[in-house]
């Protein structure tokens, strides 16, 4: 298929070297997420920093499992590279959300209880849809009580009546919303945007993550245009990680050199 907006895969260029290059950055910043991981076991915090440890082990889980689907995979995954990536992310702006510093007091409860009703909503959700009414009724009493709490949080008037209605129905996670979030992570949201809709075509087998499979070559096994896609996941996966490593640091210094 002709298309004069070619990736530098579809130009014929070898992209072997640029994937290269990506995963050995990759692995290095993942090493030093695992190192902060590994100190921060044990170590006594409060509920959102829990969280954000927990989170922060995921990701290292899951960066380890990038590894092994490049280890024991003879056909260059790139398509389980780019979910695994989106995933992540995800883990990333969360943890983020969790570990934000310079909260007040209430905003930080307005936070951890908007996260429990979001967690009680999907609870809800499934036990109904399993037919367990017993359990849905338990998390309807316990969504009840959540929001009474929020409602009672001064924080909770001082958002627009839009998210207000989200966070009640359980829609929303994030107080600000996630691209307040990708904000004060020092992103910007057209980054956010650049990345997340090709990742998520692999996740949801959109168009994108699919077409012109002939024309690149996919079947072969490890072609350019593989390691072109999996070089830029791994480029995207090597940024956000690096600033999980910034910000898990002030969690954990001084740490063991690298």
């Keep these: 298929m002709a298309n004069d907006d070619q990736s530098p895969a579809d130009k014929k260029v070898d992209e072997r070297p640029f994937f290269d290059e990506k995963l050995e950055a990759f692995k290095h910043v993942l090493g030093r997420a695992q190192k ?43 398509f389980s590279i780019a979910v695994v990536v989106r995933s992540i992310i995800e883990a990333a702006l969360m943890l983020f959300y969790v570990s934000e510093t310079g909260l007040s007091e209430e905003q930080r409860k ?10 009680c909503h999907t609870r809800l959700r499934m036990f109904k849809a399993l037919g367990d009414n017993d359990e849905a ?10 929001k009474e709490r929020i409602s009672s949080n ?35 949201t057209e980054w956010y945007d650049s990345i997340y809709v090709p990742l998520s075509s692999f996740t949801h087998s959109t168009t994108y993550s699919f077409m012109d499979m002939t024309e690149r ?34 969690f954990v210094l001084p740490l063991p050199p690298d």
């Design 36 to 78: 902060i991981s590994y100190t921060m076991h044990g170590t006594r915090t409060d509920t959102m920093g829990s969280w954000a440890s927990g989170i922060l082990f995921r990701i290292c889980v899951q960066g380890d499992s990038i590894k092994n689907i490049l280890r024991y995979n003879d056909y260059l995954d790139h």
């Design 110 to 119: 307005l936070r951890r209880d908007v996260l429990f009703l979001s967690d």
């Design 137 to 146: 009724e338990k998390g309807r009493t316990i969504a009840d009580e959540l």
């Design 154 to 188: 001064p924080e909770f008037a001082k958002l627009q009546k839009d998210e207000r209605t989200k966070i009640m129905r359980g829609l929303s996670a994030y107080v600000g919303g996630v691209r307040g979030v990708i904000r004060t992570a020092g992103l910007s």
């Design 217 to 250: 070559k996919i079947a072969t096994g490890r072609s350019d245009y593989a390691h072109y896609s999996a070089g830029m996941s791994l480029f995207y996966v090597e940024e956000i990680i690096s600033l999980v490593v910034q910000r898990m640091e002030n």
